[in-house]
């Protein structure tokens, strides 16, 4: 059986007035206490404290004679003193500012620093009033048993009016992970109530057995007996540090079990300094993945940035964006943002601000709202800010959106960057990429046409060697990878939510695969390729294996505390349904046509083998391709790309509503749209 997982039923679909109805049945005043105003509840630990301190003091006195009766009886005047002054002393000291739910160790210090400030007050106050009865020693003791007292009453308190009724609805959370982060994770889980740390979970041998922070550590091998025995539903990742191939196999292993599994990440991954619980995150597909990162180059990296005007389209993408903070970096004197969206080229200016103001990089940073299919736009913002490199990751990538709005996708993808390179020549840029996507090789939809189109308008560039206004030539290259993981539309996310909302986990079929990337590692891979082109190469990162996208929604079920259900297992809770493969899309993908690749200078970059027997696209196929989608015609638009990207082969006829089919005008290049009719 599984246990409730966040985001389940039986978790959330229980209204607040039941809930309140519950505890009032189960409770009784208990829950009235609970719930008394915020200065009642005060004035009670005021009034506690008022007979716990002189019963402290009589009870240090009691010790240090051996007997309730043998010897002299401590003065009357103590007890009287004793409350009168140490009551204003615990409310200078933050004693009553503590909130008894979240009683912990602090609070506790807290109170050990009001009593050593109260005792030798009282000690005195007493003396200089001549009561010298009070022996030091009875002083020690008193120390000790106020201290008892003020804090036993305050965990009491704590462990009768929440704890001892709370504990069935907190969730049990085994911590793997036995060092500091899962030490600190523990104490702050303290405070929570939704969660009650049980447990540790730790490879270190030498921690077997022993106790942490109030926690026993276990091997890794008896976690299947915590989760029997003690009920646990979930299991937090408390290991930072950890490599990703290390991670990886402890997910794997974890896989086996019924749990939920979050992860705490290192301090470098959180975008803000919320610790403890809040911290904690979902398994992303980069967990599974287990990649490990290949140290980049500095002086690839550098090249083409460092003290260099950096222009970066699609900035607001989540290519681009992650080119643009790692550039802010290698320190370019100026960064341009190029996006076409508005609230996009908002947040990524504020944020690429933050970073170079928190970091201290002196960059100036350009927005530019405006798109690449824009020439004179495009012209100018080179020209007059001096740009000398380009890295263009403005496009439409969603497959299906993009066969349903052929025209623009085409217009976008292939006129933008034709548009763009034609800029970049006339104002002197230095260096060229185009980021580019394995769906531009053997292309079956729209998306992956226009990008194959993208990139043979740059080799035609490269191989006429055309020249800048300054005579030398612009480097144009090419760097192809497959799917980015955080990228908008990315699976992961999508699978999380239906597992979450208890199925079906949707699936277009059962044998699809595809590659992966962090966009990160992306990024770096990106920049490196750029610097090493001399001209018309396309380089091909390494993606490592494809995955199984089945076998993704598989492990992520499990991981998620949940069974798939399926004919082998009918007591399962969430299905795997196949929707079919959607308009243009492929079963797999390829980076390269055939094994013609080479190695470079770094081991995640390839070079592939220039491409031969292809037509690159002429003025006058740009020219017509730039009337039909002018004029709407998709027929024409897709017949003419498929005769440019000849591995596109014959397109089917568009149900997008908005295309129309007018008579072309034969100005525009009468023998190419010929050719598209034929």
């Given at each position: ?95 009553y500012r503590t909130v008894v739910r979240y ?302 709005n052929a025209i623009e996708g085409i217009r ?90 208890g199925g079906p986990v949707t699936v277009t ?170």
């Amino acid at each position: 059986m599984r246990f409730p997982y966040p985001g389940s039923p039986i978790v959330e679909n229980a209204s607040s007035r039941e809930r309140v109805s519950q505890n009032i049945v189960e409770q009784g005043w208990r829950f009235r206490l609970k719930n008394l105003p915020r200065p009642v509840k005060v004035a009670l630990m005021v009034i506690t404290d008022l007979s716990l301190v002189p019963f402290a003091l009589w009870l240090a006195w009691v010790l240090k004679q051996g007997s309730l009766t043998a010897g002299t009886a401590p003065p009357l005047g103590a007890f009287l003193l004793a409350p009168l002054l140490s009551i204003p002393i615990f409310h200078y000291m933050g004693v009553y500012r503590t909130v008894v739910r979240y009683v912990d160790y602090e609070s506790i210090w807290a109170t050990v620093r009001a009593v050593s400030l109260a005792v030798p007050a009282t000690a005195g106050v007493l003396m200089l009033m001549g009561n010298d009865g009070l022996l030091q020693a009875v002083l020690i003791i008193y120390w000790f048993t106020l201290n008892a007292l003020i804090a036993g009453s305050r965990m009491l308190a704590r462990a009768w009016l929440f704890d001892f009724k709370e504990r069935g609805q907190r969730r049990g959370v085994v911590i793997y992970g036995a060092g500091s982060d899962g030490v600190r994770l523990a104490s702050k889980m303290r405070k929570d109530m939704e969660f009650k740390p049980v447990a540790f979970v730790d490879d270190d041998r030498t921690l077997w057995g022993s106790l942490i922070a109030g926690l026993r550590v276990y091997a890794p091998k008896e976690l299947a007996d915590l989760v029997r025995i003690k009920r646990v539903a979930e299991v937090f990742l408390a290991l930072p540090s950890a490599s990703p191939g290390r991670r990886r196999e402890i997910l794997d292993a974890l896989e086996k079990l019924p749990l939920y599994i979050r992860i705490l990440p290192s301090s470098g991954e959180r975008k803000n300094r919320v610790t403890g619980v809040e911290a904690l995150r979902d398994i992303e597909l980069e967990d599974l993945l287990g990649r490990e990162p290949v140290v980049p180059e500095k002086g690839l990296l550098r090249a083409c940035i460092q003290d260099k005007a950096v222009m970066v389209t699609g900035a607001g993408g989540s290519i681009g964006s992650e080119l643009c903070r790692q550039i802010v970096a290698l320190g370019p004197r100026r960064l341009v943002l190029l996006e076409i969206s508005e609230f996009a080229l908002y947040t990524v200016d504020r944020e690429l601000r933050s970073i170079a103001a928190r970091q201290r990089h002196r960059v100036e940073i350009v927005p530019v709202l405006g798109s690449t299919q824009d020439r004179a736009r495009c012209e100018k913002t080179l020209r007059e800010l001096g740009v000398n490199t380009v890295y263009h990751a403005a496009a439409y990538k969603h497959v299906p959106l993009v066969e349903h709005n052929a025209i623009e996708g085409i217009r976008n993808n292939v006129l933008g960057t034709w548009r763009l390179a034609e800029s970049a020549l006339a104002t002197g840029v230095e260096t060229f990429v185009l980021i580019s996507t394995d769906k531009a090789v053997r292309p079956s939809n729209i998306m992956g046409a226009s990008k194959r189109c993208s990139e043979l308008i740059l080799l035609r560039y490269a191989k006429e060697g055309r020249m800048r206004a300054s005579g030398r030539r612009t480097r144009f290259s090419i760097v192809r990878f497959g799917n980015v993981l955080g990228s908008s539309g990315s699976v992961v996310p999508v699978f999380r939510e239906q597992i979450k909302a208890g199925g079906p986990v949707t699936v277009t079929h059962q044998d699809v695969t595809r590659y992966f990337m962090t966009v990160t590692e992306a990024a770096q891979l990106v920049l490196q390729a750029g610097s090493m082109g001399k001209g018309g190469e396309i380089f091909v990162l390494d993606m490592g294996e494809p995955i199984r996208i089945v076998e993704l929604a598989r492990k992520m079920i499990r991981l998620m505390g949940r069974e798939v259900r399926d004919s082998e297992n009918l007591s399962g809770e969430i299905t795997i349904e196949y929707t079919g493969l959607r308009p243009g899309e492929k079963l797999y993908e390829e980076l390269l046509i055939g094994d013609n690749a080479t190695g470079t200078q770094h081991p995640r970059i390839w070079l592939a083998e220039k491409a031969t027997g292809e037509l690159p696209p002429t003025m006058e196929n740009l020219d017509a391709l730039a009337d039909a989608c002018e004029r709407g015609d998709c027929a024409v638009a897709r017949r003419l790309l498929a005769s440019i990207v000849v591995e596109y082969g014959h397109p089917a006829e568009s149900d997008d509503p908005l295309c129309t089919s007018e008579p072309p005008r034969k100005e525009a290049g009468g023998e190419v749209i010929a050719l598209a009719r034929s």
